[in-house]
Each structure stands twice: as C-alpha cells, then as structure tokens.
C-alpha cells in the first residue's frame, strides 16, 4: 500500500486546512487508518484515526477542531482542520495498517503544516 499525502501550507491562526491521504489500494480492504505528527524536537504523536467501520479517536489537543473521514470509493482519508493554533505546526503523516496473519504498518510522505502570522 502506498500513501499520497496532500494539503498542507501555511495559514494563520484560527484559519484551516483540509488534508488528503490517497492510497495505491482499496481502502476497503485497509483496517485502520489515521493521522500522525510531528513537530520539531518533538516525538511524532497520533493526531486521529478510522477505523474501517468508521470509528473515530482524535487526540485532546484536536477534538472539537479536527474532523477525519475516508472516502472509500476514493480511495481517500482526509482531515479538515478548523481553528488552527501555532502549535499545530507539524509534518503531518498519514498511515494504515492491515492486518492479515501480523500488523502491516504504512505511511506515506508527509505534508507540512504551519501556523503562523
């Protein structure tokens, strides 16, 4: 499986951004699908994930702002990011994971976010 991930740049505080994860595969077929981070000098934290039921878990720094979903004709996660905050400035990553026998990880490239004035 490979990830394609789009969408980041630069915008104000209390702007947003709305990112895009593409897949090689059906995603039908991946289990779980999330969003990770991360900023510099830090270690890279899980932002939200869906499962391939659609169930959702975002991190306390996000909820309420952040909303993922996956397209699965698409073939497609995205997060939209409302009311950005500096600390939001991250690389943002985009992973899956299938599991068939073991755990499968795979992540794409990642996509730069900054918020700042």
């Known amino acids: 499986v490979q990830l394609q991930a789009s969408g980041g740049g630069l915008v104000q505080p209390g702007g947003s951004l709305r990112l895009s994860c593409v897949a090689s595969t059906s995603i039908v077929s991946i289990n779980g699908m999330g969003w990770y981070r991360q900023a510099p000098g830090k270690q890279r934290e899980l932002v939200a994930r869906i499962s391939r039921g659609g169930s959702t878990n975002y991190a306390d720094s996000v909820k309420g702002r952040f909303t993922i979903s996956r397209d699965n004709a698409k073939n497609t996660m995205s997060l939209q990011m409302n009311s950005l905050k500096p600390e939001d400035t991250a690389v943002y990553y985009c992973?899956?994971?299938?599991?068939?026998?073991?755990?499968?990880?795979?992540w794409g490239q990642g996509t730069l976010v900054t918020v700042s004035s």
């Open positions: 992973h899956a994971f299938v599991v068939r026998g073991g755990v499968e990880d795979y």
